[in-house]
Structures are given as C-alpha cells and as structure tokens.
C-alpha cells in the first residue's frame, strides 16, 4: 500500500514538473502546485522517518535556520514512551514553512533520511489505524495472506 503511495506521488511530481517546464514556469514553484492540489497551505509540517533517538531540540535546531518555529514535537507511544518515528515543526507563517519543506525533505537528519511535508488536520472521529475492536497493529485474523487469513488456519469469522 506503501508503495502506491509512494508511486502516485512521483507520478504527480512528474506531470506537475513537465506542465510546469512546457508553460514556462520555474520549477521551484512546484509546491505551489502542491497547495492549490491540496487546497491550502500550512506553516505546519509532518516531519517522517526520524531516528529513534532525535528529541524535539534536535528537531527545532534542525529547522530553525529556515525560520521562526513556534513549536517542535515529537509523538511517542503512549504506552512505552518511546518516539514512534515522526513528529511536526510549527513556523510563524506560511512562507518559511514552504522553504523548509523544499530544503529539508529528502535530507539527513540524525543519520536517517527524513520525509517533510505539510501536516493534514484529521477530520473529527477519524481513525488513524488499527483494528475496528481498538487494538492496533499486528497481523492476526482477516487480514493475514498466511494460513487463509487467519492466525490458526483456515478463513476465519472475525474481521
């Protein structure tokens, strides 16, 4: 599913860069076109990919040349503690979070290569995950290609 993901979005950087190119645009005005896809713009970033061990200090200084950042965090899991691999930059506006976006996406932050977009607001109620019954991750029961779908063979009932 990752992957799909992954290759929609190469796909729409492609054509967005070649209608860029035959209309006679720059193309660092490519996250422009990202925005009005999306509808609207952001001085909040997703920052993904991040290693273990980077703290929401390391993660401020990080972007802090490009801008005023009004807030560094890091999400950890609420049960360990422990960083679950990403978390979001604020600036004070709009512009200083796009040069951020175009500079830091891609780079080597803390020996991991980090992914940097704009952060999307959940609508209400929505999930971000998990099974229906609220336990999250793992594989068992009627998603699993191995035994038929089910932890113990067969084709099981609950889903």
Request: proline share 2%; with cysteine.
């Amino acid at each position: 599913m990752a992957y799909f993901g992954k290759l929609g979005a190469l796909t729409r950087q492609i054509v967005a860069r070649s209608l860029l190119q035959k209309n006679g645009a720059a193309v660092a005005a490519l996250p422009a076109v990202y925005l009005l896809q999306r509808g609207m713009a952001s001085s909040k970033l997703f920052i993904g990919g991040l290693a273990w061990g980077t703290d929401e200090q390391t993660l401020k200084e990080a972007f802090s040349s490009f801008g005023d950042v009004l807030d560094a965090k890091i999400i950890c899991d609420r049960d360990t503690g422990r960083s679950r691999g990403f978390g979001f930059v604020s600036f004070s506006n709009e512009s200083e979070a796009e040069v951020a976006l175009q500079e830091m996406d891609g780079r080597d932050l803390a020996g991991r290569t980090i992914r940097v977009d704009y952060a999307t607001q959940r609508a209400p109620g929505e999930r971000t995950g998990g099974s229906p019954r609220g336990s999250g991750g793992g594989n068992y029961g009627g998603n699993s290609d191995f035994n038929g779908g089910s932890r113990f063979g067969g084709n099981s009932e609950w889903r």
